[in-house]
């Protein structure tokens, strides 16, 4: 079995410092099949440890390593610099160094001390406390010489995992751990290189000495040679070949000591001869190990791991076989493996023993329990730890009480704030406080206390992105999704501006099963018709005919719905009934069959009753690069799928509606001064995910703004017909409240912000108004 570190042992030292008996790892070189036997092997003399590891000394090897392989670039590099001649294996190290450094950053940033203490540990390992998988990458790379690929790295997990089947979090931390030991078989090479770049140097040094003894006195040369003798230098292969090669160079000056070292060779059973050749194959096996370790440090850094541990999970095979869990994304599937290591850590049974646990649960539900991800990061989680005699945490109880009681300690903790501080303000209050004083105070405390918890509930609760389908290779039939954008027709301008934004979110979105429909009205009016209203109607349709003309085959299909007037008695007025609303629930009806809705319908209709969701937008909204795919795969996860109570007439479980961020545009950020103070930061930022939104995080719901995705047929039972006509300002938090919302973090719409502040207040108190009505 292979050495690991922590025992090496020291010899006497030269002049240049302790030299270490720890040489590369060159094991017996195996094949592909050699080392699947050799997996087996080791699989069944592996014995784990009764308890969890608190030893970090990876970590502290990990520093010694970068220290040890620091010394010796600066000694190399050095000897560049002076004129001397290195080794090839000496110009791989140095050429390559940055990779290292590089290597030895990302290995200590992916494995925090938490993460290396909860790896399992072995207890018959060389070195106490030595991580299983730290001892199988240092077995593959000591018979690979330190050549790492792909198909003898599955070979290798996969022949082990036929004895025992590793951890999650095991096979998450193979790269990491084959990095730790190619850094350490770079250290070991490097310690070979600068040793042999010491003895080269002192072989040249006694060489040296030799001449200028010669010059000085011939005879003086044994006084030399007696010295060399005392010193009882290393003699490496190294220290031979330069002082034989640089003593023949000197032809006939140095015939004793060259007849000396003879000699002393011939004593041990060497010749020159085979010193030279001894030393070329130890440069040369020097060389073979610096490539093959930058080349399996390449290797890592290139490799998909997010495939390799899906490919290795045992946990991964085993939720294959629930129905649905396929078809999901990579980053939910993840989750679902990661609760099921969570569990598993607290219980007495495996990892592939809880997930067949969750699996049995659900096969015996109908809808949405019938789906194991409910038993995992659902409502079941907690019937699914009693199914496996979970033990929990103090702070686990603690988190599940708070959940369980989420309303009362929200709504608790922010009277209890504002009480506190009202308190202390009137407290501090010069005269005695009236009762508008005192509704005052209440008013600003309450403000605080809402931004305090709100601020400490992100800390406390960690943000969830959505669990989603994988819409990879595009939107399926069954999930055909429309991107409606209500707007008003008012002039020639106005039409060829929302026609092109319209053409843009197609060419970020193109998907077969993905339609875009203009749904219009004109503008309000004292009469039904209006001289003009006819070409606007006409100029859109016509552009739209366009649009599906030059697109034939790459969309759905454009579309423009377009209303008539119809008489307000409330407004005394010609308009579009219930405006933006109205446009929404009358195209839901459109799709679902119902005729006469709109005056003047264009574009492809023959497919429209099978479109299922619809994306609302506005008119200035932007639907950035494959937002809708995502919208529409994460909509129609099972577990996001509405839920409608006949008795409450509401979505109770899943979601109809879901609405993503809403950002500001770059360009009208950059308008004016005020947008550029106030719209904060715009754009999309590529490296977000998750982001925490207090309602969705505590509540497992957010509040819709009126831009998002739903479902049509949801939709229509929680709230078609159900609010009154004329009276709603502000639909949107009532539609999100009926239809169940939810907030897609992960999903950034952009729209354009006021660049006047009379602009933004204008905005704001319709917002209020339609609140307060509210």
Not at 643 to 655: H, K, L, N, V
Request: glycine share 6%; proline share 4%.
């Amino acid at each position: 079995m292979m050495w690991a570190p922590g025992k090496s042992k020291r010899r006497s030292a030269d002049g240049a410092g302790a030299r270490f008996h720890e040489s590369p790892m060159r094991a017996e070189l195996f094949s592909v099949s050699q080392l699947e036997r050799h997996a087996r092997t080791i699989a069944g003399w592996h014995e784990l440890a009764s308890m969890p590891g608190h030893d970090d000394w990876l970590l502290a090897r990990l520093a010694d390593n970068e220290v040890a392989l620091r010394d010796a670039y600066t000694l190399v590099s050095d000897a560049v610099q002076r004129g001397r001649q290195i080794t090839p294996a000496a110009e791989w190290f140095i050429d390559n160094y940055h990779l290292i450094e590089e290597q030895i950053r990302t290995a200590r940033r992916h494995l925090p001390r938490a993460y290396n203490r909860e790896l399992p540990r072995l207890a018959n390992a060389p070195t106490p406390g030595t991580p299983r998988v730290y001892h199988i990458a240092l077995e593959l790379i000591s018979h690979a010489h330190g050549r790492v690929d792909a198909e003898a790295l599955r070979a290798f997990v996969a022949s082990y995992q036929e004895i025992r089947p590793l951890r999650l979090g095991e096979l998450w931390a193979i790269p990491i751990m084959l990095r730790l030991a190619l850094l350490e078989n770079l250290r070991r090479v490097a310690m070979a290189i600068t040793a042999g770049r010491r003895d080269r140097e002192a072989a040249a040094s006694w060489v040296a000495r030799m001449l200028t003894a010669t010059a000085a006195n011939p005879t003086d040369v044994v006084l030399v040679l007696a010295e060399l003798v005392a010193a009882e230098p290393p003699f490496s292969n190294a220290f031979v070949a330069e002082l034989a090669s640089r003593i023949q160079a000197q032809g006939t000056a140095l015939v004793f000591p060259m007849s000396w070292l003879e000699q002393r060779l011939a004593e041990s059973g060497q010749t020159v001869e085979q010193v030279f050749e001894l030393a070329t194959q130890s440069q040369a096996a020097d060389q073979v190990s610096i490539g093959n370790s930058i080349g399996s440090l390449r290797f890592l850094g290139a490799c998909d791991w997010r495939d390799f541990v899906e490919a290795m999970s045992v946990v991964e095979r085993t939720l294959r076989t629930a129905p649905g869990y396929g078809a999901m994304d990579f980053a939910t599937r993840d989750r679902y493996r990661r609760v099921v290591e969570l569990i598993a850590r607290r219980s007495a049974l495996s990892e592939d023993d809880v997930a067949r646990a969750a699996i049995r649960l659900a096969s015996d539900r109908t809808g949405r329990t019938a789906h194991v991800g409910y038993f995992l990061i659902d409502r079941g989680r907690r019937q699914l730890e009693r199914a496996v005699a979970m033990r929990r945490s103090l702070g686990q109880v603690v988190r599940r009480t708070g959940d369980s009681l989420r309303h009362v300690c929200y709504g608790g903790a922010i009277a209890l704030v504002t009480v506190g501080v009202a308190l202390a303000l009137v407290a501090l209050a010069p005269l005695a406080p009236s009762v508008a004083w005192c509704a005052l105070v209440v008013l600003c405390a309450s403000d605080l206390a809402v931004a305090l918890v709100h601020w400490a509930a992100t800390l406390i609760v960690s943000p969830q992105i959505l669990p989603r389908l994988e819409f990879a290779s595009g939107i399926p039939a069954d999930h055909r999704t429309l991107v409606a954008v209500p707007a008003m027709l008012t002039d020639a301008a106005e039409i060829d501006e929302l026609v092109e934004a319209l053409e843009v979110r197609f060419l970020a979105n193109r998907d077969a099963n993905l339609a875009f429909a203009l749904v219009t009205d004109l503008r309000d009016a004292t009469t039904e018709v209006v001289d003009g209203d006819a070409a606007l109607v006409e100029r859109a349709g016509a552009a739209i005919a366009a649009l599906n003309a030059t697109y034939p085959t790459q969309s759905g299909g454009f579309f423009l719905f377009h209303r008539a007037r119809q008489w307000n008695p409330r407004e005394r007025l010609w308009m579009g009934w219930e405006r933006k609303r109205g446009k929404l629930e009358q195209l839901n009806a459109a799709l679902r069959g119902e005729a006469g809705l709109f005056a003047t319908v264009v574009g492809p209709t023959a497919g429209l009753a099978d479109i299922r969701y619809v994306i609302a937008l506005d008119a200035d909204t932007g639907l950035p690069r494959d937002a809708a795919r995502v919208l529409a795969a994460t909509l129609a996860h099972p577990l996001n799928r509405p839920c409608f109570d006949a008795a409450r007439r509401r979505i109770t479980e899943g979601y109809g509606i879901l609405q993503p961020r809403v950002g500001a545009t770059m360009a009208s950020i950059s308008r004016s001064r005020f947008a550029r103070l106030f719209g904060g930061r715009a754009g999309i930022d590529p490296y977000t995910r998750a982001v925490s939104d207090v309602y969705q995080d505590v509540f497992d719901e957010g509040s819709f703004i009126g831009k998002g995705i739903y479902d049509i047929d949801a939709v229509q039972r929680a709230i078609g017909g159900r609010l009154p006509d004329d009276r709603v300002l502000s639909h949107d938090l009532l539609e999100g409240a009926y239809a169940r919302s939810g907030l897609v973090s992960d999903v950034l719409l952009v729209e354009d912000f006021p660049s006047t502040h009379a602009a933004d207040i204008s905005r704001r108190h319709r917002w209020i108004r339609g609140d307060w009505q509210i």
